[in-house]
């Protein structure tokens, strides 16, 4: 009587082999769908590292791909990056957060986040996540500050001119 047949022990090893964190030291994840903002608003990116506490000190970079080559996100005038961890069983997770603090149409295109084990050299990159930045179609309306005041003050003149009438007569 045979207990695992070819196709079991099969599949079994694709289960095995398809599970990242099991095989490598650090992974890096985080959402495939394109962001879509429009300017002028602010947005917070998050990319999770799991990796593992006794195997690595790891070292984590968002990307800006600028054509075709990856520019490291560094500028805090531009960008705010935090970072907060968590400890699960022999794992850390480790969320980078890059915010946008007031997106422009320039801020459009692809990022990447990475990480890297420094002590075994162990790298892991996410693949590249879109964000499109639309213009925003208010931005050269002005709209006059008096309009509401003139309107208050012709509604209490108009008010204050009836209360005379009613006084006098």
């Known amino acids: 009587m045979q207990i695992f047949h070819l196709t ?8 095995l082999c398809s599970q990242p964190t099991s095989l490598s030291a ?11 903002k429009t300017e002028g608003l602010s947005l917070s990116l998050k990319c999770t590292v799991q990796y593992k506490i006794h195997d690595c000190d790891i070292q984590t970079n968002w990307w800006h791909w600028n054509i075709d080559e990856p520019l490291q996100i560094t500028d805090p005038n531009k960008y705010l990056i935090t970072v907060n961890e968590t400890e699960i069983d022999e794992h850390r997770l480790r969320n980078i957060f890059l915010k946008f603090r007031s997106l422009k149409l320039q801020d459009g295109g692809r990022y990447q986040c990475d990480a890297k084990c420094l002590n075994s050299g162990t790298a892991a990159k996410g693949h590249l996540l879109v964000l499109n930045v639309t213009a925003d179609p208010y931005k050269d309306l002005k709209l006059s500050t008096w309009s509401g005041q003139l309107k208050a003050d012709a509604a209490a003149l108009a008010f204050s001119a009836t209360l005379l009438l009613l006084w006098c007569y």
């Open 26 to 36: 650090v992974t890096v994840i985080y959402s495939r769908e394109p962001v879509t």
């Open 8 to 15: 079991t022990a099969f599949l079994i090893m694709v289960v």
